[in-house]
């Protein structure tokens, strides 16, 4: 069974920075979307940004102009640059792959940002 693994969370002060990265434990085919979702306790998950097959980027406004998300096909990673944090940012981040044979969820990585 496929499975996403994810690293790069942990703490950082407002204003600072971290990147993630998900790669996955073996070739995946037919990725419809990449993408980095993220999770409050007692809130939905909500997509944070996402990079569909055609290359097109889109990003959740709370979010445009901070995050910068990418992927290396060859290697079937992804990564999240996580810059100018705030502590609203803080949440469990979920790497994501959308195929033609479902989903594929992260075990989820921890970000806190204090003030």
């Known amino acids: 069974q496929v499975q996403l693994l994810e690293s790069g969370g942990g703490w950082a002060q407002a204003g600072g920075s971290l990147r993630l990265s998900c790669v996955a434990s073996e070739r995946i085919f037919g990725i419809n979307r990449m993408g980095w979702f993220r999770q409050i306790p007692g809130n939905q998950r909500e997509l944070v940004g996402s990079?569909?097959?055609?290359?097109?980027?889109n990003y959740a406004d709370s979010v445009k102009g901070r995050f910068i998300i990418s992927r290396d096909n060859d290697k079937n990673t992804l990564d999240l640059q996580m810059n100018s944090l705030k502590p609203e940012d803080t949440a469990v981040y979920y790497c994501?792959?959308?195929?033609?044979?479902?989903?594929?969820w992260g075990q989820g990585t921890q970000v806190t940002v204090s003030s």
């Open positions: 990079i569909l097959r055609t290359g097109t980027i």
């Open positions: 994501n792959y959308n195929t033609a044979r479902g989903n594929i």
